[in-house]
């Protein structure tokens, strides 16, 4: 039978459920996504450094975990909140269970509570602050340490965690995205070489660069723009990441410095509120964020619909804009901005998720975009 | 892109009666568009054939044909309206094939019409499998290795390639009719003559099989932007190989990476795109090999569907509405999700944070005789589903919705039977209906996983479930309930297990374990239906039950009526009374009452979250319904409309405290216990069959000779007739009492006399407690002895003398009277010899109540729910009947071509899915227009066959004299050819199949002869002459098994006139 566990809130709220995975503490500011599948790729996703996840979806592990689905080489978020964890993985490409997958990777997680009733919460109240305890941690502190701990958390406001999970020396990235036959091809394209900026980025989106030929080299998120100047790339890419784009003035000074210099470049997520602070607009601390992979978003320039995967705690403020810094995309759900584009350079962002992973592939052709600024360029 | 200007009105097809594979959820889908258009400004014409529809009523559009849905009348329609377009999406496969109809016999073009949702391109590419495969080839996406076949030959040829087993499809049949899976040569040949027959292209397609493969479904909505969602994924339990409408099916998608699930999502919009679905919703079906997760394309329906249905019902999201309004020309983006409450707009995919299991309901008992093996042809006719925040407790909700008398997963096999692991693994393998009990049987019986999933197929994910459900059972079962303490018991209802099923394992009563519960605090909470998963604030009532800790049902102050609905559709109880359920709840609604409704039907109207202010997703169980009643507090709780799913619970809400309003339940009782009903009727005066209740064989056979034979026997409180006989002497009625019924003190069995050449006749009436209307007199078609809603019947009576319907009319209200009925009463009487006797009278809605609403304009459902809630029939200026100078007539629709090799006779059980109505000035044109409606079309020369019973031929000689007249030559076997030649008429003699060749089924098979008039009486004849009934289905041969039936026919054959279409607005104004 497994353990109890709980978890508290900022606000004094408190869940009592069974632990799973890893046993232990772990703090963080709670969020939830309502994506029904995908549960490896959002634990891996670097962007969820120092969130405890909740998950909408009841049954969450159903198809286990595999080599193939990670997004990162570790799990990221800082926990985990579900409301089933199944008797049983079935899927053909299973490996390991979510379970055990968790318990491999010290991952602290609860199962068993009323998770609507926590993403109701978040929902009213915004994204708060808590904290996870089980196993002997929560026999020595109880509930009472839990809250303590929860209330402790600092927040993410103001903190950079893209220096934090970013990789620390350069690489050059191989393998083009899985299919199904034949799963992750080996890899490198030629055409077009792209270093790209990891601030915590998705595997997914170096799988696409690579699909569209390119030859993608990976920096850590201090480099300093002159070291990636002379890779002399075709194009730069900004990635996704953890945390407030803020206080990264070290990336923001380096896109400023390839804005200058032409070169094509194109931001996700995080990337994209960087470019955007790059341009002299600036970004705000959203109450709940954007959490899903049924977002749609309308592309302003032919009024098509996209329905996109999304995660993000912070975002463009659009009425910051300058005036060579335009909205290409906004949200359907709550109209805030989704995507930026220099009208005097060639530099685009979009503040969802193109890459998908999880989620559906409706703004792919984004990339099919960078390809074309270099392809102008070259 | 705002909607089209350019279009003025729409007409839409709807589906047409009820039949297994198209069931009410075409009427959900069809009510939403009309409501869609309709608010847009459009002129809305509709059509369709089926009365018992709420899309039917006159509010619903503007000009609706109560009208056949074919080509010819559809033709008359569209001369006289003129519409700008059709829009054939929302009527199932009937409405797709007679929009290809209308398109081939070149009627689009001569009155200029368009097809809107999907053009005649894009069906003929999504329903003609060869055009299906080029287009799924052309996307790199696969289809089953298959071949197709026009004839035998071609057929052996596709089997080459395909090799055994094998699926065989024909081509243009809805719900897989003919269809067959074949392990070997015989099965083969056979099924491919069949489909053969039965696919209006003679088409088949001949596919490999992918038994044991999973199958999964999507919902795929398009604007004209080209902008798509997926509404919701849907994954069968069953593996393939069972039809998927036949399957337990759950959503969302359970056992699919992020990875392959966008692999389906993305086939699933490349499907659509190619085949050209422009706007609307549309469904693909998926098979995919759990080995290595190979993908193929099964089909796709350009068409909203059952799936859509459920999809709607699953999400909160309206596919059917939406699909309509992007007809016209609105994308996505500028459509609200209005479950939000119009926060959100509609161009989004649904999330949901609970999971959904749909059921199905088959009726087998019905048919004995057919194959009840479920195959790739659909058998079901209804489905329950039910929503939890677990599988298990969903699958627990749907078990026990289901009304199959099972609470749970209850114990189906006696395990110590010698040959127990023999039925096992067949029911295993060859699934029938029972299946899910079964597998809990099998791990019961200690049978591992790996065995269960090798024998089924059924993912280990599901199964492992099972088994654990099972497991807590056993556990269980070592305690008492003392010993269930607080943990243990919230464990057991969080995994979904009822009170009841808990009383079962600790064998102790149900109210004890609802009262330790209670006591617990242990209590259901409700979550809403948002299509977000909580991201959204919902200001939408749309709830299901679960134990987790917050409530969101937020309970008001106000007075509520609370209608209680009738749960799965089954043969006896279907549409027609969730049309009551409907109206019941607008008219509460519109009295200023906060309505509340309580199904679990996701086909139905009933369960639209727009038709009540509260909608409770939840089966119709005593626990379900109390816990319910307990947080809502309603001022009423009406019953009367649902049939007997919410009468069976009547005594105990009511000892529970339960206001229960109208009529009152002790006066139910007075109609429905025999003794008591024999008591009432002479209290009252009149008269009745002579009858007994008997409690054991021995006490039938001493009534049986004091009555004298025949007999109508029957157990007591049953709905649709189920297991009611006739028998001619005391060897078949003992038969009846050793075989068909389980005779018992608290389940006695039922005779009466049996008038066998009396006029059966169908009342409708309203009443406060003080006043009577009656809504209609109907006289049925076919005589007494035919279940009345197996009868057609006719309103107002064709033939019934004015003195008779008088005395009837005075009878039926001191019936009513006397009961205090406050509400609906339904009688049925049979006139014999210059007398009336009472059958059966049912103090709540009937089956005819939608038929009779829309005859004579006034919905007596509404009226009714006003009585109950203390309106007299006075203030609602209901006064007198309203007797319509038109015809209106009723035929009732059977599934005889689903069940090859079940006899099609009708008899005193119920064996119908639906009904059609036809109108007209004389009763011919009604009746010729009702046959017209039902899908039979007569033949006006050849040869007609008589073959009556002794008891018929005085009157044969009158339908063989018209028939002559019509122009048919009269072919009889030798006992009815002498009656005819000595009547001095022509007649050619036939051997009965028992005499010798050539026989009466070899000219069928020869398509010899074009109308059949078989009557017969007694098990021994009904057997005998089966083979001329069946071999007449099958080549479409038109057979009427009654002379009433026959002598209707002949009339219906002699009205030579035009026909014409009326809509039953004009109808209505003309009654005034």
Redesign the interface.
């Known amino acids: 039978m497994a353990g109890s566990a709980v978890l508290a809130l900022e606000d004094g709220s408190v869940f009592h459920g069974v632990s799973i995975g890893s046993e232990g503490s772990s703090s963080g500011e709670v969020v939830f996504n309502t994506s029904m599948t995908g549960y490896q790729e959002i634990l891996t996703d670097p962007s969820y450094a120092k969130q405890i996840v909740t998950l909408t979806y009841p049954h969450i592990g159903s198809t286990g975990t595999n080599e193939e689905d990670n997004e990162s080489r570790q799990v990221w978020a800082s926990g985990l909140v579900i409301r089933d964890l199944p008797l049983l993985a079935s899927n053909w490409r299973n490996e390991q269970s979510l379970d055990e997958f968790l318990k491999a990777r010290k991952v602290v997680a609860i199962a068993e509570i009323d998770t609507r009733r926590l993403t109701r919460l978040l929902r009213d109240k915004g994204a708060l602050n808590g904290c996870l305890l089980s196993g002997a941690a929560l026999e020595a502190g109880g509930e009472l340490e839990a809250l303590r701990l929860a209330k402790a958390f600092p927040g993410l406001k103001g903190m950079d965690l893209a220096k934090q999970v970013s990789v620390k020396k350069s690489f050059d990235w191989q393998g083009g995205v899985w299919e199904l036959e034949s799963g992750y091809k080996v890899d490198s394209g030629n055409r077009f070489k792209v270093v790209a900026y990891d601030f915590g980025v998705k595997h997914n989106i170096l799988r696409m660069l690579v699909d569209r030929d390119c030859e993608v080299t990976v920096v850590p998120a201090q480099t300093p723009a002159s070291e990636v100047l002379a890779m002399k790339p075709h194009g730069i890419f900004l990635s996704n990441g953890p945390g407030d784009p803020e206080p990264c003035d070290y990336a923001i000074a380096a896109i400023a410095e390839f804005l200058e210099a032409d070169i094509p470049l194109f931001g996700i997520c995080l990337g994209c509120q960087l470019m955007a602070l790059a341009c002299g607009a600036s970004t705000v601390k959203m109450s709940l964020g954007h959490h899903g992979a049924n977002h749609p978003v309308e592309n302003l320039k032919d009024g098509s619909v996209m329905i996109t995967s999304q995660n993000h705690g912070f975002a463009v403020d659009e009425k910051t804009l300058p005036d060579n810094l335009v909205a290409t995309h906004k949200s359907l759900f709550d109209g805030s901005l989704q995507g930026i584009e220099r009208t005097d350079k060639p530099a685009f962002a979009f503040q969802g998720h193109p890459e998908a992973s999880p989620g559906p592939h409706d703004v792919a052709p984004l990339f099919d975009h960078f390809i074309e600024l270099m392809a102008n360029q070259k | 892109m705002p909607r089209r200007t350019d279009l003025k009105s729409v007409l839409i097809l709807g589906a047409g009666p009820i039949v297994i594979g198209q069931a009410c959820e075409f009427d959900y889908s069809g009510a939403q568009a009309c409501q869609a258009l309709k608010e847009e400004g459009l002129r809305v014409i509709l059509v369709n054939s089926n009365p018992a529809t709420i899309m039917t009523d006159p509010v619903m559009a503007d000009a609706t044909y109560i009208e056949p849905v074919n080509w010819r009348m559809l033709e008359k329609i569209i001369e006289k309206e003129r519409p700008d377009a059709i829009l054939p999406t929302m009527g199932g496969q009937t409405a797709l094939n007679c929009a290809l109809d209308l398109n081939r016999h070149g009627i689009l073009d001569k009155y200029n019409v368009e097809l809107i949702g999907a053009n005649c391109e894009a069906i003929d590419k999504a329903e003609d499998r060869e055009l299906f495969d080029q287009a799924m080839q052309k996307i790199g996406l696969e289809t089953p290795r298959h071949g197709i076949a026009r004839n035998l030959e071609q057929a052996h040829e596709a089997l080459e390639k395909v090799g055994f087993p094998c699926i065989i499809r024909p081509s243009f049949t809805m719900g897989g009719t003919g269809g067959g899976i074949a392990y070997n040569k015989e099965e083969f040949d056979e099924i491919c003559q069949r489909g053969i027959e039965l696919s209006p292209t003679n088409e088949l397609l001949i596919d490999e099989s992918l038994i044991g493969w999973k199958e999964y479904e999507l919902e795929v909505v398009r604007d004209t932007?080209?902008?798509c969602?997926?509404v919701c994924s849907i994954e069968n339990f069953d593996a393939m190989g069972v039809h998927t409408g036949d399957s337990i099916t759950v959503a969302?998608a359970?056992?699919?990476?992020?990875?392959?699930?966008?692999?389906l999502?993305?086939a699933s919009l490349a499907v659509l795109r190619e085949i050209g679905v422009e706007t609307g919703g549309s469904n693909v079906q998926f098979g995919i090999n759990?080995?290595?997760?190979?993908?193929v394309i099964i089909e796709m329906n350009p068409r909203v569907s059952r799936s859509s249905a459920l999809a709607s019902k699953a999400t909160g999201f309206p596919i059917a509405r939406v699909a309509a309004k992007l007809a016209i020309g609105f994308?996505?983006?500028e459509l609200r999700n209005e479950i939000t409450g119009g926060v959100?707009?509609a161009?989004?995919?649904?999330?949901?944070?609970?999971?959904v299991t749909k059921i199905p309901r088959f009726t087998f008992e019905k048919f004995p005789e057919a194959n009840d093996r479920l195959t790739t042809q659909m058998k079901s006719v209804g489905e329950v589903m039910a929503i939890g925040?677990?599988?298990q407790e969903s699958l627990h909700k749907a078990l026990r919705g289901l009304e199959v008398g099972m609470c749970g997963l209850d114990p189906l096999l006696n395990l110590k039977l010698s040959d127990a692991k023999a039925i096992l693994t067949r029911e295993l393998t060859e699934p029938g209906a029972e299946r899910i009990w079964y597998i809990a049987d099998a791990f019961r019986a200690g049978w591992s996983l790996d065995t269960v999933h090798n024998l089924t197929g059924v993912?280990?994910?599901f199964l492992?479930?099972i088994e654990?459900l099972i497991n807590d059972e056993t556990m269980l079962a070592e305690k008492s309930l003392q010993d269930v303490d607080y943990d243990l018991m919230r464990m057991l209802k969080r995994k979904g297990f009822s009170d009841m099923r808990l009383s079962q394992i600790l064998e102790i009563a149900e109210q004890a374990v609802q009262s330790r519960r209670h006591e617990m605090g242990i209590r259901p909470v409700y979550?809403r239906v948002d299509t977000?998963?909580?991201?959204?604030?919902s200001s939408t009532a749309y709830m299901y039950s679960t134990y987790?800790?917050?409530c969101?049902a937020e309970p008001s102050d106000k007075d509520k009526i609370m209608v209680l609905g009738g749960g799965p559709n089954r043969i006896g109880q279907g549409i027609e009374f969730d049309y009551c359920c409907v109206h019941a709840a607008l008219a509460m609604r519109e009295d200023g009452y906060e309505t509340i409704m309580v199904n679990c039907n996701p086909e139905t109207v009933s369960t639209d979250y727009n038709i009540s202010d509260r909608l409770f997703f939840e089966p119709l169980t005593f626990e379900d319904v109390i816990e319910i009643v307990q947080l809502e507090k309603p001022k009423g709780v009406i019953v009367q409309f649902g049939g007997q799913t919410p009468l069976n619970l009547v005594k105990r809400l009511e000892e529970a405290g339960v206001p229960v309003i109208g009529t009152s339940p002790d006066a139910i009782d007075r109609a429905e216990d025999r003794e008591r009903f024999q008591q009432l009727i002479e209290k009252v005066g009149l008269k009745q069959p002579p009858n007994s209740t008997v409690r054991s064989v021995e006490e039938a056979i001493e009534a049986a000779k004091r009555i004298t034979y025949p007999l109508v026997v029957r157990p007591s409180y049953v709905l649709g007739g189920r297991a009611m006989e006739i028998v001619y002497n005391e060897e078949e009625l003992d038969r009846y009492m050793h075989d068909a019924v389980k005779v018992s003190n608290d389940s006695p069995v039922l005779l009466d006399y049996f008038l066998s050449a009396a006029i059966e006749i169908d009342v409708d009436l309203v009443c406060d407690g003080e006043r009577v209307v009656v809504g209609a007199i109907m006289q049925h078609i076919e005589q007494a002895g035919i279940h009345s809603g197996d009868s057609a019947c006719s309103l107002p009576p064709y033939n019934l003398p004015m003195e008779v319907q008088d005395k009837i009319r005075e009878q039926v209200t001191a019936l009513a009277l006397e009961l205090g009925v406050i509400g609906l009463m339904n009688t049925q009487l049979a006139y014999q010899d210059g007398e009336i006797y009472i059958i059966e009278v049912n103090p709540r809605a009937s089956r005819t109540v939608p038929f009779v609403s829309k005859c004579i304009g006034r919905s007596l459902a509404k009226v009714a729910a006003r009585c109950m809630v203390g309106q007299s029939l006075q203030e609602q200026g209901f006064l007198s009947e309203i007797i319509p100078k038109t015809f209106a007539v009723k035929e009732a629709i059977f599934p005889f071509n689903k069940f090859p090799g079940v006899d099609p006779i009708l008899g005193p059980e119920m064996k119908s899915t639906g009904e059609v109505m036809g109108v007209g000035k004389t009763f011919a044109e009604a009746y010729a227009k009702a046959q017209m409606g039902a899908g039979e079309f007569f033949e006006k020369k050849g040869n007609a066959f008589l073959s009556v019973r002794d008891a018929d031929k005085p009157h044969i000689a009158a339908v063989a004299s018209k028939l002559l007249a019509l122009g048919y030559s009269i072919v009889a076997t030798h006992g009815t050819a002498t009656v005819i030649e000595e009547a001095g008429l022509e007649v050619a003699g036939v051997n009965k199949v028992a005499e010798g060749r050539p026989h009466i089924v070899d000219m069928l098979k020869n398509e010899e002869i074009q109308l059949i008039v078989n009557t017969t009486e007694g098990k021994q004849a009904i057997s005998d002459s089966s083979m001329i009934r069946r071999t007449a289905l099958r080549h479409g041969v038109f057979c009427t098994t009654t002379v009433a039936g026959a002598l209707a026919v002949c009339e219906a054959l002699s009205f030579s006139g035009n026909m014409s279409v009326y809509t039953i607005q004009d109808l209505h104004a003309a009654l005034n």
Not at chain 2, 254 to 263: C, G, N, R, S
Not at chain 2, 290 to 295: E, K, S, T, V
Not at chain 2, 532 to 537: Q, Y
């Open positions: 932007n080209d902008n969602i997926i969302p359970q056992t699919l990476t992020d990875k392959e699930y966008q692999i999502r993305n759990p080995a290595d997760g190979r993908l994308t996505l983006d959100t707009p161009s989004f995919e649904p999330s949901i944070d609970y999971v925040r677990t599988f993912d280990r994910w492992v479930q654990d979550k977000c998963a909580a991201e959204f604030v987790e800790e917050e969101e």
